[in-house]
């Protein structure tokens, strides 16, 4: 693995504050990125979902990872893990978005995901990463979802239609 890409490890999701915090689910998430994360040697990209009030794409969820909020924010214990910090306003890393760009300059073959939310986050951007030719895996232990049935559906759908690789660390 060339480069590791966290989705959104956010106050929103995983401090019991945070507008959609998955409660114990959450405190398991922290933990396990924690371990994986400190054994990281390669490059580390953490991607904050951002959204707007008035941008229709998150009509029906836009009560979470608000612009300008503490909601919006890394969680403190994971934020020292990165190597840098991105925003995105879709799903998909890629989506207005300097990503591209930057896997080829920093010659990134094989990009491994991890983080929130499975079945949004984490699919379209492993999409996108399969789409170009990148070998991809998911860090399924670090990975989760609001929605458990949804993550085992990701989870099912990347490896067998995607073609990325599922590791169990």
């Known amino acids: 693995m060339d480069a590791l890409l966290v989705m959104n490890p956010q106050n929103s999701f995983l401090t019991t504050g945070g507008s959609v915090y998955m409660g114990e689910k959450a405190e398991i998430l922290k933990v396990r990125l924690v371990d994986f994360l400190s054994g990281c040697r390669f490059l580390k990209v953490f991607f904050r979902e951002k959204h707007a009030l008035e941008d229709q794409f998150f009509i029906n969820d836009v009560t979470h990872s608000l612009a300008n909020t503490s909601d919006f924010l890394i969680v403190e214990t994971l934020a020292k893990y990165a190597d840098q910090f991105w925003d995105k306003t879709r799903y998909s890393a890629f989506y207005e978005t300097n990503l591209e760009k930057f896997l080829v300059q920093k010659h990134i073959r094989h ?9 949004t986050s984490v699919l379209f951007t492993a999409e996108g990463l399969r789409n170009r030719g990148y070998e991809v895996s998911v860090i399924e232990p670090c990975t989760m979802s609001r929605d458990d049935y949804m993550h085992g559906y990701a989870v099912t759908l990347m490896k067998n239609n995607l073609g990325v690789r599922i590791i169990n660390v």
């Open 111 to 119: 990009v491994g995901l991890a983080g929130l939310e499975t079945h």
